[in-house]
């Protein structure tokens, strides 16, 4: 039984010391290769992911918060990176002893402050600010709707400021305010009539009613806390997502201090297509005019007189995936002007909250061909004559007189100026 207790022991030292050595790339999901942009991403979602605010019920997502932070402040800063990619942890650790940034074991819920704002913690907390949500459209090409794209966007955030850690000032201390005594209020004494005095509180004009105080401002944020950046989102484009469909990306909003970061609402819709430059229309596809109803596509064929009335053509149309879609009619076969041809399965795949999943089998809607025919403006006399003539050859046979079929008077009606006058 000693023996037995004795080896459980080493082996939970033994993990013990693999989870402190565990290598910081393969916490946060990257590549050595990965750059600045990727590692700062990585650690958004996995300190969301962990957050012990939305895991009360995991006793493990604080050790996996702390352990996600280390990494990111490991690798975040050049210089800790360089060393710990050459020398492990051994090397940060001494780098750390000798007073080096980086490496360290820092408080991991004011890193999370530094990008979410609210003291390192979620709304739901109690008496925890929430920020306003920011909304933000993105234009999409159809083809980014049928194929589905991983895409990106910029918009100007405003993030807590790095160089004073959101305090304002350039040293980092922040001091109470000595006009209102750290309270954000002052009273002030007004005199309403000779000998009535009333006292009213109001907000503190020194500290702007936050009751601290700098005595130096950040010249990276002028002591305002929040500088303006730009901030590069990556949009994920489902296959078949509608035209206006909303993504939300939670805690991404606008940053302060003072509050949890909103969400940002990104809504996608359907951009109208540049009909100039290969960047309109990289693939050559004809699916750049194709439009969009739900889940069906609608397209319009233009015929001319001949293959409209005879028939005996193709045409290969190419989709927004490249595939073609072949149309076409035998000879003999006649088309009407604004006949409209149903190709089933060839419309918008059909969106499903599982995706492209071996579970599911991706259906697609309707590709609607509505037929254009085109007369010609003007004949050579010799054709004329000859269609003249061989349509009066027909005509004679087998002709309809519309007029007559109609049943409209053959002559025009012409009433007197009396029977004018009695409608009148």
Known sequence: MRLLRTLLLGLLTLAQLALCAEDY????????????????????????????????????AHDKFVLVSEAYEALSDPESRRIYDQHGHDGLKQHKQQGGAGGGHHDPFDLFSRFFGGGGHF???PGQRRGPNVEVKVGIPLR?????????????????????????????????????????????????APGMVTQVQMQCDACGGRGKAIKHRCSACNGERVVRKPATVTLNVQRGMADGARVAYENEADAHPDYVAGDLIVTVYEKEPALEGDEANPDRVDGVFFRRRGNDLFWREVLSLREALLGDWTRNVTHLDGHIVRLGRPRGQVVQPGHVETVVGEGMPV??????????????GNLYVEYTVVLPDQMESGMEKELWQLFQKWRAKKGVDLHKDSGRPDKPVIKSEQENHDEL
């Open 25 to 60: 790339y393969k916490v946060l999901g990257l590549n050595r290769d990965a750059t600045e942009k990727q590692i700062k991403s990585a650690y958004r979602q996995l300190s969301k992911k962990y957050h012990p605010d939305k895991n009360p019920n995991d006793p493990t």
């Open 123 to 125: 709304s739901n907390q």
């Open 144 to 192: 980014d709707f049928y194929n589905g794209r991983v895409t990106e966007f910029q918009w100007n955030k405003q993030e807590i400021c790095e160089v004073c850690a959101g305090t304002g000032a350039a040293d980092k201390v922040v001091h109470s305010c000595p006009v209102c005594g750290g309270r954000g209020v002052r009273t002030v004494r007004q005199q309403l």
């Open 351 to 364: 969106w499903h909250e599982d995706g492209d999943d071996v579970y599911h089998k991706t259906e697609y």
